[in-house]
């Protein structure tokens, strides 16, 4: 080979290496954007909740018992079926509920109660308990709305007592000591698990979220699954009034 193919084949390889350099660099980049997104190796935020604010704003003063939000003498009650580490319940939690939480809701038309129905894993009881003691303190739609803005992937592991505590203490669950306890009592792990049974049994479903109402005008519990959106759940609500 000549000295000037030597040059030439040398200059080849060199721009051969900047290119892979350059690809790695951008995958590098990629890589660290996406940890960053999701919260790093747990996909959420364990010491600083985010929308604080928002969910502030969206349960305001509205009245709590328990896992229910709304007026309790409202005439129609929406339940919600639901699994915190459903990302779909999350979705509907962000682009569904609120419609509903800022209409009928505030209006007093109808009240909006959460049960645990934990088909996804082991994770699932812990954070279905945390949210039923938190809702021990009139802070359960505070809790259950910023467990949603901050879930991580599915059995990941993130579901830890100082994610749950900083999820708890973000909702304005005052008495932390109480609520440590009550959420590791069976007393509230019985009802995660009964509520499941009931759904899974009893009602029949197989997804979450999934939906039932009742009201004035309906035929006792009706079944309403998985709706498409907000309108088909204010048309109900509207219906069985």
Wanted: hydrophobic share 40%.
């Amino acid at each position: 080979m000549s000295p000037s193919d030597q040059e030439g084949e040398r200059r080849a390889r060199l721009l051969r290496i900047a290119a892979a350099t350059g690809f790695l660099a951008i995958i590098a980049v990629v890589v660290v954007v996406v940890v960053a997104s999701n919260g790093g190796g747990s996909g959420t935020p364990a010491d600083h909740p985010t929308e604080v604010g928002a969910v502030d704003s969206l349960i305001g003063k509205k009245p709590q018992q328990g896992l229910t939000l709304g007026e309790p003498s409202a005439p129609v009650e929406l339940i919600e079926y639901g699994d915190l580490q459903c990302s779909a319940c999350k979705e509907f939690s962000e682009a569904v509920l609120p419609q509903i939480i800022e209409g009928q809701v505030a209006a007093g038309t109808a009240k909006l109660s959460f049960r645990n129905f934990m088909i996804i894993g082991p994770d699932s009881l812990p954070a279905g308990a945390a949210a039923l003691a938190a809702g021990e303190q009139g802070r359960g739609w505070n809790f259950l709305e910023l467990f949603y803005r901050n879930q991580g992937a599915e059995n990941s592991g993130y579901v830890t007592d100082e994610f749950l505590e900083s999820i708890a203490r973000a909702a304005g669950v005052k008495d932390l000591a109480r609520w440590n306890a009550q959420r590791q009592s069976p007393k509230l792990e019985r009802e995660a698990e009964a509520t499941t049974a009931e759904a899974g049994g009893k009602l029949g479903f197989e997804a979450t979220p999934s939906f039932a109402i009742r009201g004035p005008k309906s035929e006792g519990l009706e079944l309403l699954g998985t709706p498409e959106g907000a309108g088909p759940i204010e048309e109900k609500i509207e219906e069985v009034s």
